[in-house]
C-alpha cells in the first residue's frame, strides 16, 4: 500500500499572484509544477494551502512554451514560461493574500485519500440463499468468499491515483495474485475483484463534468472473463453519484457494481437492464436486481472466462 496522500498532492512555489482574476473574490496564483499531463481542471473543489491559510480552487491550466494544438490542453504564454510558471490555479479568496509570491504551496483535489484499503462490499452477494442477501440466489449461485485464494484478502497491490485500462490489462497486473484460478470449474466459479482507486485520468471524474466509470470487467469481450476491478474513490465524487444522497448512493453503488460486474463475467450486458445498466446507473438505484434476461445468461454459463 503506497501514500495516496502523496501521490495525490504537489507541492512547490508560488512564484506570483494576481489578485481579482480573473474576477473580483478570485485570485490567479501562478506557480512553479507542472501538474500533469491533460489535468486541466483536476484540482477543482480541491485546496491550495500557502502562507498559512487555505484556499478552494475554482480551476487550473498548465502553461505551455508550444501552442496547445501540439501538446494538448494549456495556456501558451512563452512569457510566463520563461519566468519559470508552469501553471495557473485559480482560487477563492476571501481576503487578498498578501506576501503569498515565493511562499510554499500544498494543492490536493477533491479526492478522499483515505478510500483505500477497502474491500469490496459483499452486501447484495452474501454467501445465502436468501434473494435480498445474494442476487445470484435466482440462478442457484451461492458466493463465497475465499480472500482472493489465500486466508486473507490480498492487500498488498501498490497504490495507483490513475489506474489504466491497458495498466490493468497486462497480465502482470493481476497474474502474481491469482492463486486459486485454477479452481475455476464448470461446478465451482472463481471471479477476482479489486478495489482500486480510480480508473483511467480520462475517466475518473476530476473535473466533476468529466465522464467516468464506477467498475470495469477487466478482460474484454462477452463473457468477459473472471477479473474485475471497482473505482471506489469515483464514488464520492459528485460526478460519480451525481450528487444524490452522496453516502447512500456510494454505499449502495459499491454493492451494486459488485454484482453488475461479476456479473459480466457470466455474460450479463448493459442493454438487459436492471443491475446490468450501465455503472453509472447503479449508484441511484434502490433495490438492484438482475433482469431474467440475464438471469438466462448466467444459467446458460458454463463457467466465467471460457
Ligand atoms: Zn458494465
Redesign the pocket.
Known amino acids: 500500500m503506497g501514500a495516496p496522500g502523496n501521490a495525490n498532492t504537489v507541492h512547490g512555489t508560488i512564484k506570483a499572484v494576481e489578485n481579482d482574476r480573473p474576477q473580483a473574490g478570485q485570485s490567479w496564483v501562478f506557480i512553479d509544477q507542472t501538474l500533469g499531463e491533460e489535468s486541466r481542471n483536476q484540482y477543482e473543489n480541491g485546496i491550495m494551502s500557502a502562507g498559512g491559510a487555505s484556499y478552494t480552487v475554482i480551476e487550473n491550466i498548465n502553461i505551455c512554451l508550444f501552442p496547445n494544438w501540439l501538446i494538448g490542453d494549456c495556456l501558451f504564454s512563452p512569457f510566463l514560461f520563461f519566468q519559470g510558471i508552469r501553471a495557473r490555479v485559480t482560487i477563492t479568496i476571501t481576503r487578498i493574500p498578501l506576501g503569498l509570491q515565493g511562499n510554499p504551496f500544498t494543492l490536493h483535489d477533491d479526492d478522499d485519500d483515505t478510500a483505500l484499503p477497502r474491500l469490496p462490499d459483499l452486501n447484495l452477494i452474501q454467501n445465502d440463499d436468501a434473494k435480498d442477501k445474494n442476487l445470484f440466489s435466482w440462478a442457484y449461485i451461492r458466493p463465497i468468499n475465499d480472500g482472493g485464494g489465500g486466508k486473507t484478502n490480498e492487500q498488498d497491490f501498490p497504490f495507483d491515483l490513475n489506474t489504466s485500462d491497458d495498466e490493468a490489462m497486462n497480465p502482470n497486473y493481476y497474474t502474481p495474485r491469482h492463486q486459486s484460478i485454477g479452481a475455476n470449474d464448470e461446478v465451482y466459479w472463481v471471479v477476482y475483484l479489486l478495489s482500486i482507486f480510480q480508473g483511467p485520468l480520462l475517466e475518473d471524474f476530476d473535473p466533476n463534468q468529466q465522464v467516468g466509470i464506477l ?1 470495469w ?1 477487466v478482460l474484454p469481450g462477452n463473457p468477459c472473463g473472471n477479473l474485475s476491478i471497482l473505482y471506489v474513490e469515483q464514488y464520492r465524487d459528485p460526478g460519480g453519484c451525481r450528487g444524490l444522497e452522496p453516502q447512500a448512493g456510494v454505499r449502495s453503488g459499491l454493492q451494486a457494481t459488485v454484482a ?2 461479476i456479473g ?1 463475467s457470466f455474460g450479463g450486458m ?1 442493454k438487459d437492464g436492471g443491475i446490468m445498466a ?2 453509472e446507473q447503479a449508484c441511484l438505484k434502490n433495490n438492484p436486481q438482475f433482469t431474467d434476461i440475464t438471469l438466462n445468461r448466467i444459467r446458460s454459463t458454463r463457467k466465467p472466462g471460457g
Open positions: 467498475g470487467c453488475h460486474e459480466h448493459h450501465s455503472e
